[in-house]
Nanobody, 123 residues
Framework: EVRLVESGGGLVQAGGSLTLSCTAS????????MGWVRQAPGKRREWVSS???????DYAGFAKGRFTASRDNSKSTAYLQMNSLEPGDTAVYYC?????????????????WGQGTQVTVSS
C-alpha cells in the first residue's frame, strides 16, 4: 500500500519557522521526486516545491529564499523547512510523489498524495 504521511504542521506566529516531514512507504520512493503542494481555504491547490530523485530542487516564486526542500532516503523522508512564515502561508500542506517530473498546465503533476497537514500562521 502506498502511503505518504505528513507531520510537523501547527500554529506559528508570523516570522516563525516550521519543518514539515513526509514519510513514504509502499513504493520505491528513491526513484520518485517528492513535492509539496498547499491549499488555502477557498483557493485552489498551488505547488510549493519539489526535491527530485537526484537531490535537485525547484521552488515556486513565493517559496524561494524562505523554504528549503530536502530528502533523506535512508529514512524514506522528505522535508520542507519553512522560515519567515507569513499569514498568507496558512494552508493545508500536502506531500506528493511523482515517478517522473512533469508539468501539466504550468504546474507539476504527481502520482501519489498524502492526507495533508495544517499550517496556520498568525499575525
Amino acid at each position: 500500500e502506498v502511503r505518504l504521511v505528513e507531520s510537523g504542521g501547527g500554529l506559528v506566529q508570523a516570522g516563525g519557522s516550521l519543518t514539515l516531514s513526509c514519510t513514504a512507504s509502499g513504493f520505491t520512493h528513491t526513484r520518485y521526486g517528492m513535492g509539496w503542494v498547499r491549499q488555502a481555504p477557498g483557493k485552489r491547490r498551488e505547488w510549493v516545491s519539489s526535491v527530485f530523485s537526484d537531490g535537485s530542487t525547484d521552488y515556486a516564486g513565493f517559496a524561494k529564499g524562505r523554504f528549503t526542500a530536502s530528502r533523506d532516503n535512508s529514512k524514506s523522508t522528505a522535508y520542507l523547512q519553512m522560515n519567515s512564515l507569513e499569514p498568507g502561508d496558512t494552508a493545508v500542506y500536502y506531500c506528493a510523489a511523482a515517478s517522473t517530473p512533469r508539468i501539466v498546465n504550468g504546474e507539476y503533476e504527481f502520482d501519489y498524495w498524502g492526507q495533508g497537514t495544517q499550517v496556520t500562521v498568525s499575525s
